[in-house]
Structure formats: C-alpha cells, structure tokens
C-alpha cells in the first residue's frame, strides 16, 4: 500500500504545488457563470417551485466544476508524464495497476471537492442554499468524481498529443457537462431533448447532487444513484482492464 | 546461485521490424557487462523488456530469479535502471524525487540512504532545487540516484554518459565501479567503447535485434584481426609478402597476421629480399575495431 499512498500524495502534491492555476483559476471562471447566468435569468427562472435560480444555479455550478476538475487533474497529469517520458519512474516501480488507478481516482477526487468546496464557500456569504439531504448530495459528489477521475485516465492514456487531450475535454466532457442541467432544469425543455438528457450519465449526477440540497429533482434520487454506480462500475472495470494491458503505456 | 539477468528465446517485433530477434543470454551476479550494438540494434528494447517498460511477444525473461511477468513486483525490486533520455518531473526538487521514487518501492524511511547517494553523486548541494533548474549534468546525476534508491542487486545504465561532460564521466564510473565492487551487477549500453573495453568483463553485440558475438572482452580482444606495421629500406615490399599487405599507412607497409608466429617468416622474407626494416609497431587491437570488424561481418 505505500506505493498506492506514494502515487496518491505525488499527485494531490502535483495540482497544489500549482494551485492558482488547478484551484483558483476554475473557481474563478464557476463565479463568473453564476455571475452572468443569475444576472441573465434570475428573475425570469425559477426552476424547481419556490427555488430563487441562484440557489438552483450554484449546486448544478459546482458539480460541474467538481466533475471538469477531477477529469483535468487526472487525465492532464497522465499526458504531462507520458509526453516528458517521466512516466517510466512510475512503470519501472513495482506499484500494481489497481493501487494505479486508486492513486489517480482518489487524487482526482481530492482535486474535484476542493473546488466543489471552493465554489459553496465563496457563494455562502451571499447566497442562502438548504442543505436537506447532506449524505445524498456527499455520495453524489464522490461518485462524480471517481467517475470523471477514472475517465481522465483513459483520456490521459488514450491521448498522445495535448490537442488530442483538448478535443476529449471540449467534444465530450464539456457537452456532457453543459446539457446535464446545470444551468436548468430539464422539465423546462421539448420532450425529445428531455429524453435526450435522460441519456446523459452527468445529468443524473447533477440531479442527483441537487436533491441532497433542495429534497426536490427531475428523476428519483434512487434511480439516478443505480445509473450513477452503473456508471462508475463500467469506467473502472474499463480503464482497470486498460492499465493492465497496458495500453499505450508499456509499449 | 541464481544469474542475475537470463534471457531465454526473447523476442519483440514492432509491426515487420525484430527489435529483439530471439535472444538468450545469462549474466552472472557481480558481473559487469556491456551490451553495444549500433543504432537500432536492439538494446534499449532489450533493457524495456527486462525493466517491464515493454512486453515480450515471446520467451522468458528473469532477474534475480524472478520472472519479469509473472513476478514483477520481486523483478523490479531487484533492478534500477538509468535511461538514456533526460527525463524528469518537473513538478518537485531532488530530493522529493527520490523521496517519492522510495515510495514507489514500498521504503518508508529511506533519508539515511537518500543523503549517502547525494553525497556519492555530488548532488548534495542540489537537494532542495526543482528538478528544472538543474542543467543536463546534473538531471543525469538524478537519474542514477532514482534508480538506486532501492538499492537493487542489479543495475541497468543505458547510454548513461551520453552527452555528459569528462568530469562527471569520470565521476559516475568511479562510483559505478565501486557499486560493482561491492557486489552490484552492472549492465552497460554505451557508444563509447573504450568505456566498455576498460569497465566490463564481458560483452554481448547487438545487430538488427541479435546477438552477434558475446564473450569475455579479453577473448574479444585477443581474437581481433593482428596487425604489424613495417618501415622498410628500400621502401618496397617483397611479393611474397604482397597477400599479407592491408594498407599503407604514413610511411609504413600494414601486413596482417594471422598468428604472432607468422612474424619470424615474414622477417625471414624480408632478410632474403635485402630489406632493412627500420621501424616495426604491433599495433595493440582495441575494442572499436572488434566492434567494426564483427558488424562488418554479420
């Protein structure tokens, strides 16, 4: 387990040693969308009954900032060490693949809280947000960002180039990110893309996240959890199965 | 007693290329040896696949006893390699490097022997300064301390001079030298045959992913074309020396020998040609045109 615990403070140490750009930067860029979004829509939105939009807006905004960071610090991380050929340190070690992926996710995780975290504390002065269900809205951000942690591994050995790296993140990641209603909620829109965003795994995430404040979301919490584990489940065995052949790595 | 490195019908292709064409090798423990080859011939694959940085497509391959696959964590305990590209982390100092790199390794307090490795490779001044900050010299110098910090019984060095100024040459090789002499097991890829000709005791050549020659480097030595170098007067070779003559050379008839016997014959020639020979040189064979002679060969 200390090749695990070594791996998982190397990279916690990682983004802190350049906290301005991991922590402050994304903090920076989730206050001016709420900034602009609750000026924009705030007194003509309200998304769940009874709900000011900037109390709805400021959980969606933060599970999003959570998930993009927990998928940056793992996946930028891995193509950092790939591309300067520091990752042989790592495979020339007898640390095992899953203390591997454990590292990584759980560095991730870190990484995607604190600016969860950063995002509720600078909002709490002016903002009053209920916090019903405080284990629901834990659980989610954890599974949230074990599942993004594990998908920046794959994006992080799927990828040679850092523009490769850049077309994962704004083709897929920030999509996925933007329609999962943050910015609304999805009963607010046509039929066919409420079914659209029913395919949405982050949507499940955000609604789910947003329960634990509000007691209130678009589907059952209980199902949103069973697709959300689903979720984590398929990811990890999927990149679990790809750090042991190797792929892209030992070759 | 277990070799420290076998190697048993290895082979490695990438797409129609043999990188590593079907190698067997053994190296003993304590030995220091060199792998040469030119460009291309396989070696650092050879060094991938004993390190795990890359899967053999075929054969067994084992350190210390422990197959590289099947038990790689006792493997890669028991080796440290040195690559031969200047890589680095630049997120962290010296000596959080080598803190993490113990780490990875399962060694909890690991400052007593950190200290002694920074020490022996003069880095001690250095421990604090981000890995970026250090010039090439230097970020070697931590490579050599990262693949140590185990202490493994056997130590891989790919092309560690490479680059490197003559006083950290020297340096590393003193140092390397005596990790070899308390019990260490070296190998050795390097350009520089004279390196390999006066560290190790035995050679393996590489060419487009096979061994080619491998013997002690005393028996390579000896076993390289002879050469004798004449200065006549008159300056004409006899013809019956004429199927002996290699080249000419600033003044001199270059005849090759087959065995220092056939040196009294070819005197005698000369006697009974009334030529005088004013100067004779047997040149001593070094390494480099073994190495030239052999690739030549194949």
Not at chain 2, 216 to 235: C, E, I, M, Y
Request: aromatic share 12%; charged share 15%.
């Amino acid at each position: 387990m200390k090749g695990f615990s070594t791996l998982f403070h190397k990279e916690v140490m990682r983004f802190w040693k350049v906290g301005f750009q991991t922590v402050l930067a994304p903090l920076l860029s989730t206050m001016l969308y709420l900034l602009i979004f609750s000026h924009v829509l705030g007194r003509h939105v309200e998304a769940f009954p009874g709900v000011p939009y900037v109390s709805f807006l400021i959980p969606g905004l933060a599970m999003m900032a959570l998930l993009q960071n927990a998928f940056a610090n793992s996946s930028s991380s891995l193509i950092q060490s790939k591309i300067t050929g520091n990752i042989i340190f790592l495979l020339l070690s007898p640390v095992s693949y899953p203390e591997i992926f454990l590292a990584y996710v759980l560095a991730s995780s870190v990484r995607g809280i604190i600016v969860g975290c950063g995002v509720f504390a600078i909002t709490l002065w002016a903002v009053d947000i209920p916090l019903k269900f405080p284990l629901w809205a834990l659980l989610f951000s954890l599974l949230g960002s074990f599942i993004l942690g594990a998908t920046g591994i794959v994006a992080g050995i799927w990828a040679e180039k850092f523009d490769q790296l850049a077309s994962f993140q704004n083709f897929i990641i920030l999509p996925l990110t933007f329609l999962s209603g943050v910015f609304y909620s999805i009963h607010s829109l046509p039929p066919f893309w409420q079914a659209v965003s029913h395919l949405n795994p982050f949507f499940y995430l955000i609604d789910g996240f947003r329960y634990g404040f509000f007691g209130t979301s678009d589907v059952s919490p209980y199902f949103s959890l069973f697709v959300v584990s689903l979720c984590l489940a398929a990811v990890s065995l999927f990149t679990l199965w790809l750090l042991k052949s190797g792929y892209k790595l030992r070759n | 007693m277990n070799p420290a490195i076998e190697i048993r019908q290895a082979c490695k292709r990438f797409g129609h290329i043999h990188a590593v064409d079907c190698v067997d090798l053994e190296i003993g423990q304590g030995e220091f040896f060199a792998l040469l080859g030119p460009n291309g011939a396989g070696k650092t694959t050879l060094i991938n696949l004993l390190s795990g940085l890359t899967r053999p497509d075929s054969g067994r391959l084992s350190i210390m006893g422990y197959d590289v696959s099947r038990e790689y964590r006792q493997a890669r305990r028991a080796v440290g390699v040195v690559p031969q590209e200047l890589v680095f982390d630049p997120f962290f100092t010296v000596s959080e490097v080598l803190e993490v790199q113990s780490g990875y390794f399962g060694i909890t307090d690991n400052a007593a022997w950190i200290e002694e490795i920074l020490e022996h490779l003069d880095l001690s001044s250095k421990a604090n300064t981000n890995m970026r900050a250090l010039s090439g010299g230097m970020k070697r110098r931590v490579l050599v301390a990262q693949a140590l910090v185990h202490k493994p019984p056997v130590i891989i060095l790919d092309e560690p001079t490479a680059g490197v100024d003559v006083e950290l040459r020297q340096a590393l090789w003193e140092f390397v030298r005596s990790l070899n002499q308390s019990g260490h097991t070296i190998v050795l890829t390097t350009h520089y045959l004279d390196e390999a000709e006066s560290l190790c005791s035995r050679i393996a050549m590489l060419k487009a992913g096979k061994i080619v020659a491998l013997d002690t480097t005393r028996n390579l030595l000896k076993g390289s074309a002879r050469r004798v170098k004449f200065q006549l007067v008159p300056d004409a070779l006899p013809q019956k020396l004429h199927p002996f003559l290699l080249h000419r050379e600033s003044g001199y008839h270059v005849l090759k020998l087959d065995e220092f016997s056939d040196l009294e014959p070819m005197l005698e020639i000369l006697r009974q040609s009334g030529v005088a020979v004013t100067d004779m040189v047997l040149p001593h064979a070094d390494l480099e045109e073994v190495f030239v002679e052999i690739m030549s060969r194949q």
